[in-house]
Nanobody, 127 residues
Framework: QVQLVESGGGLVQPGGSLRLSCAAS????????MAWFRQAPGKEREGVAA????????WVDTSVAGRFAISRTTANHTLYLQMNSLKPEDTAMYYC????????????????????WGQGTQVTVSS
């Protein structure tokens, strides 16, 4: 089992940047597919970016490609989402998630395969 805690959300003006963090604890010795999802009021949860903790593979949704980047550090078991050129439509609750066993056999940007979820951090893009 793994526990996930997100941080770094807040209010930012359009065109600004934020970096979200997701601290993992528990069974961090196994490999996971880890991802960021977001959900705006009245909308379905959507995948933003994902990576495989056992390698270098990453996935980024086309809606944020070129603006968002996912990364991680192994030393402190933390997942990051660097968000640049933020737009009002990026406003949402952002969640970190982990799927045991890696990314090879799952749809990496679909929420169903992910077993572990954080509580979320709110990102609001507004002037």
């Amino acid at each position: 089992q793994v526990q996930l805690v997100e941080s770094g959300g807040g209010l930012v003006q359009p065109g600004g940047s934020l970096r979200l963090s997701c601290a993992a604890s528990g069974n961090t010795g196994s490999n996971y597919c880890m991802a960021w999802f977001r959900q705006a009021p009245g909308k379905e949860r959507e995948g933003v970016a994902a990576l495989y903790t056992g390698g270098r593979s990453t996935w980024v949704d086309t809606s944020v490609a070129g603006r968002f980047a996912i990364s991680r550090t192994t030393a402190n078991h933390t997942l990051y989402l660097q968000m640049n050129s933020l737009k009002p439509e990026d406003t949402a609750m952002y969640y970190c998630a982990a799927a045991p066993g890696g990314c090879a056999r799952i749809s990496t940007l679909e929420p169903r395969p992910y077993k572990y979820w954080g509580q979320g951090t709110q990102v609001t893009v507004s002037s």
